[in-house]
């Protein structure tokens, strides 16, 4: 049957080049004839965004014990001061190499890195629960920090495996796997930290896990890591392995048709492609938007670091005078509650509301709930109980809710080719910023326990009052003049 003009007319005008060893072409391609939801890749990112999330804080639940039992605290107060430095170690290492590994993921591609990451975790997570001595405790994490450095290109990562209707969700699931396994991963702390003491009839004294009581839970998460370790073999490549005309190794043209409505759309998509600045460092939408993600990061890995303590803490310094295992179990139905909010919820939520928005609604609404803290302290029994895992289960929601915003407006100030770099530099200054905080936020914590009879804000309400101070910079920066988007650095230039 002989083509109509109508059909002609449909032909592409320009036809998209695809390069039959360049693995990044191969996922485009992919991407072009698959309909429907990806949900092999999104397993990939959920098993690897949770497995680089779990070593981050599921020492929480059982680091105040673990420094007591080092003996290098004085006083029961100081054992914060020093479970704070051990938080802190693995921030800084990521710190240090974030932006190297982000460079290496934009040269030699997403995988290899991924495969580096995930692997660390199964040696060096398991070396830090046979920890001995503050030292042994504070070198293993920080070198875990250093070769963790994952978060940065599976967020690349998963822009890219994706089309553009389907970012937001694989963004979210990026997010929603990273925040449930910061709240698993402090559970299974709770749950199997000193199993000897806890389940004597399945764990003697005499076994590995009685003289290393904390090396339970660790290597548990090494084991799932060297699950996602083997799976990653599979992983499908998304950098483009070949060279542009213009020199990037990247595909980010569009395919065009005849209809000049999709003509004027690829004369607005390269008119974009122009605006983007190639020095990263002078893209402000990116830098606003790293600089927000710092302060939100900083408030988070404090909060996480407090809660634990606070809840472990007697009820004579303001604490809920927790067991880890208690711990745990709060941390583990925050973890489902927001599993269900991030899947069910949160992408329809994201599409009325856009992403700036849902960050200033779920910044806002989360310092009246940091507030009732202290007041919540006051509770028991039951009623304690259940108030906890009310309030944990919504601060995490919306804690998550602000990073899935932030991820959706980081990744959309830079092109492809720039996707690992910009994603090493966040990485950099959120781990710095959050370096910062578990350090700051036990130190913190320490000395609210020793002003409880303080006139202006006595103890623990001094430590959230901190927290909300944070939060409520982050929320301020959210606003224009500060926080640009591409967009509007576009409007501007063309006034």
Same mark, same amino acid.
């Given at each position: ?8 007319? #449909? ?13 990044? =072409? ?24 949770? =497995? ?20 290098? #605290? ?55 629960g046979l920890s001995t001595s503050f030292w042994m405790a504070l070198c293993t994490r920080f070198l875990l920090g250093c070769f963790n450095s994952v978060l940065g290109t599976i967020r690349a990562y998963a822009v890219e495996i994706c089309t553009e209707e389907h970012r ?82 990247? =595909? ?5 048709? =005849? ?38 990061s900083l408030q988070e890995i404090a909060y996480s670091e407090i809660f634990s303590l606070w809840a472990v803490s007697e009820r004579k310094f303001g604490g809920l005078n927790f067991s880890s295992q208690d711990v745990g179990e709060v941390l583990a139905i925050s973890g489902f509650g927001l599993l269900l909010f991030q899947l069910l919820l949160y992408p329809r939520v994201e599409k009325i ?5 849902? /960050? ?94 303080? /006139? ?40």
């Amino acid at each position: 049957m002989a083509e109509g003009p109508e059909s002609r007319d #449909a032909a592409p005008l320009l036809e998209k080049a695809y390069h039959d060893n360049c693995p990044g =072409c191969k996922v485009d391609r992919l991407k072009r004839e698959r309909r429907g939801i990806p949900y092999r890749d999104l397993s990939y990112i959920w098993i690897v965004s949770l =497995c680089t999330a779990l070593p981050i804080t599921s020492l929480f639940p059982f680091v105040y014990f673990m420094i007591r039992d080092f003996h290098i #605290a004085k006083r029961e107060e100081d054992i914060g001061f020093y479970a704070g430095f051990v938080g802190s170690s693995f921030m800084v290492g990521r710190a240090l190499t974030s932006v190297f590994w982000g460079v290496v993921a934009d040269r030699y591609g997403r995988k290899p890195i991924i495969l580096i990451g995930t692997f660390s975790v199964v040696v060096l997570n398991a070396l830090f629960g046979l920890s001995t001595s503050f030292w042994m405790a504070l070198c293993t994490r920080f070198l875990l920090g250093c070769f963790n450095s994952v978060l940065g290109t599976i967020r690349a990562y998963a822009v890219e495996i994706c089309t553009e209707e389907h970012r937001g969700l694989t963004l979210s699931v990026v997010s929603t796997s990273r925040g449930i396994g910061l709240i698993i991963g402090p559970a299974i702390g709770g749950f199997f930290a000193q199993p000897a003491e806890k389940y004597p009839g399945l764990f003697s004294q005499s076994s590995i896990f009685g003289r290393y009581p904390y090396f339970l839970p660790c290597l548990l998460i090494s084991i799932y890591a060297a699950g996602v370790f083997i799976s990653c073999w599979w992983l499908p490549e998304t950098l483009h392995m070949h060279e542009r005309t213009d020199g990037r190794s990247s =595909c980010d043209e569009v395919e065009v048709s =005849c209809d000049s409505s999709d003509a004027t759309k690829h004369d607005t998509e390269v008119e974009e492609q122009k605006t983007y600045e190639e020095n990263l460092l002078k893209n402000w939408p990116l830098m606003s938007t790293i600089i927000v993600y710092c302060v939100f990061s900083l408030q988070e890995i404090a909060y996480s670091e407090i809660f634990s303590l606070w809840a472990v803490s007697e009820r004579k310094f303001g604490g809920l005078n927790f067991s880890s295992q208690d711990v745990g179990e709060v941390l583990a139905i925050s973890g489902f509650g927001l599993l269900l909010f991030q899947l069910l919820l949160y992408p329809r939520v994201e599409k009325i509301l856009g992403p700036i928005m849902i /960050t200033r609604l779920s910044a806002g609404i989360s310092i009246p709930l940091l507030s009732s803290y202290p007041y919540i302290a006051m509770l028991s029994g039951l009623t304690l109980h259940i108030a906890i895992n009310f309030a944990s289960m919504l601060r995490n929601a919306l804690s998550v809710s602000v990073v899935t915003g932030i991820f959706i407006l980081l990744n959309n100030a830079v092109p492809q080719h720039q996707r690992g770099a910009a994603n090493g530099i966040s990485m950099t200054a959120m781990s710095i910023s959050k370096a910062f905080g578990p350090a700051c936020g036990g130190a913190l914590f320490s000395w609210a326990q020793k002003r409880q009879v303080a /006139t202006f804000l006595p103890g623990d309400q001094m430590v959230f009052f901190v927290l909300n101070l944070l939060q409520m910079i982050g929320l301020i920066l959210t606003f224009k003049p500060f926080l640009a988007q591409p967009h509007e650095r576009r409007a501007a230039s063309i006034a």
